[in-house]
T-cell receptor, first 112, second 115 residues
Framework: DAKTTQPPSMDCAEGRAANLPCNHS???????VYWYRQIHSQGPQYIIH???NNETNEMASLIITEDRKSSTLILPHATLRDTAVYYC?????????????FGKGITLSVRP | ETGVTQSPTHLIKTRGQQVTLRCSSQ?????VSWYQQALGQGPQFIFQ???????GRGNFPPRFSGLQFPNYSSELNVNALELDDSALYLC??????????????FGPGTRLTVT
């Protein structure tokens, strides 16, 4: 079963920041937080991951709380092409623990 | 750098038949995972292959089987197809080094319809 909880949907205006929350209260010390997104009927796309420090790349920023029980994915300037289902996943690194367990994700709708 | 590719794109089969789906891993990756995504659901883990051996399996029956080849490409075979096998089948490749396996990159998927 998925170890994360996400609201089912949210929307934001184009050009504004999109802040996508995720709860993972049972995360273990050696588990990472991963974010993927899936645009309609395409394969999921890797966005970013982190262990306990905040991370930033060209796509997004990941903010993880100090207790690691929740995180927020930030798309700094959302565009219409960011409309997708976003999955927050807790994942170990080794062997079978490296599988991705997807929940239902959060549907982000970016409006013009 | 070549991304993950899958073939065919779409496939229609009849209940009871067998099907083989194919995946070519991203260059430099040695691990492949397969997922099934039913309509409106998140992808579900089927199994993972590393160095040509199964390295983890989800809650799928034995009629779902796989292969990984020396060039790290992979096949997913499904026997005795059922209507509920209709789904998008996704392949993801990643690099495993030592005890760590890194981020998975997905192909575009194969849409299987069983009638």
């Amino acid at each position: 079963d998925a170890k994360t909880t996400q609201p089912p949907s949210m929307d934001c205006a184009e050009g504004r920041a999109a802040n996508l929350p995720c709860n993972h209260s049972t995360i273990s010390g050696n588990e990472y937080v991963y974010w993927y997104r899936q645009i309609h009927s395409q394969g999921p796309q890797y966005i970013i991951h982190g262990l306990k420090n905040n991370e930033t790349n060209e796509m997004a920023s990941l903010i993880i709380t100090e207790d690691r029980k929740s995180s927020t994915l930030i798309l700094p300037h959302a565009t219409l092409r960011d409309t997708a289902v976003y999955y927050c996943i807790v994942r170990g690194l080794g062997g079978a623990n490296s599988k991705l367990t997807f929940g239902k994700g959060i549907t982000l709708s970016v409006r013009p | 750098e070549t991304g993950v590719t899958q073939s065919p794109t779409h496939l229609i089969k009849t209940r009871g038949q067998q099907v083989t789906l194919r995946c070519s891993s991203q260059s430099g990756h040695n691990t492949v995972s397969w997922y099934q995504q039913a309509l409106g659901q998140g992808p579900q883990f089927i199994f993972q292959y590393y160095r040509e051996e199964e390295n983890g399996r989800g809650n799928f029956p034995p009629r779902f089987s796989g292969l990984q080849f020396p060039n790290y490409s992979s096949e997913l075979n499904v026997n005795a197809l059922e209507l509920d096998d209709s789904a998008l089948y996704l392949c993801a490749s990643s690099l495993a080094q030592g005890s760590s396996s890194y981020e998975q990159y997905f192909g575009p998927g194969t849409r299987l319809t069983v009638t």
